[in-house]
């Protein structure tokens, strides 16, 4: 199962991961993904001045600087290529 690791570190936090997150979760559940894609919170990603940081497991693609806004197209692309 494809999963996405959201950096809940203390500056990927700061920086709106609690609202990045709760966008993904609804996102999620809006294009039929849960139960297909997994959602996981991380520890820092050691990218933290571009955060809010997103992993894509299998594949290794990253995400920065996300915001609440950009979820769901981030999520309808994933969609479209198969995670
Ligand atoms: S706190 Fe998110 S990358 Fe460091």
Same mark, same amino acid.
């Given at each position: 199962?494809?999963?996405?690791?959201?950096?809940? #570190?203390? +500056?990927?936090?700061?920086?709106?991961?609690?609202?990045?997150?709760?966008?993904?979760?609804?996102?999620?559940?809006?294009?039929?993904?849960?139960?297909?894609?997994?959602?996981?919170?991380? #520890?820092?990603?050691?990218?933290?001045?571009? #955060?809010?940081?997103?992993?894509?497991?299998?594949?290794?693609?990253?995400? +920065?600087?996300?915001?609440? +806004?950009?979820?769901?197209?981030?999520?309808?692309?994933?969609?479209?290529?198969?995670?």
């Amino acid at each position: 199962m494809p999963r996405l690791y959201l950096c809940m #570190g203390p +500056h990927c936090r700061s920086r709106g991961a609690t609202d990045v997150y709760a966008a993904l979760e609804q996102a999620l559940w809006q294009a039929g993904l849960v139960g297909k894609v997994e959602c996981i919170t991380s #520890g820092c990603q050691d990218r933290c001045q571009r #955060g809010p940081n997103l992993l894509v497991q299998p594949g290794g693609r990253r995400w +920065h600087r996300l915001t609440p +806004h950009q979820i769901s197209a981030l999520v309808a692309l994933l969609s479209d290529t198969g995670v």
